[in-house]
């Protein structure tokens, strides 16, 4: 839980809805920390000057990136493949 609302802090208008009858311990932990690490990073950011904001990539770059993990994972694949059948 704590990933996923870490992934959406990374944006700067990212926003995360959970759906609950009630809020769970696991879900006030994962609130908790996210407001712990939040206000680190809020006085970091004030104190060096940064103004937060979201990276532009543009879509071709997003591609070529997911090829080559994609490549990457493959290549691992196949090595792992031709040793067990040695």
Partial sequence: MIQTIGRAARNANGR??????????????????????????????EAHHITPKTIQKAIPELIKATYEVEKKEDTGKKKKKENDEE
């Fill in 16 to 45: 995360v809805i959970m759906y609950a009858d009630h809020i769970t311990d696991s879900m006030r932990m994962a609130m908790d920390e996210t407001a712990r690490r939040r206000k680190i990073q809020t006085e970091f950011n």
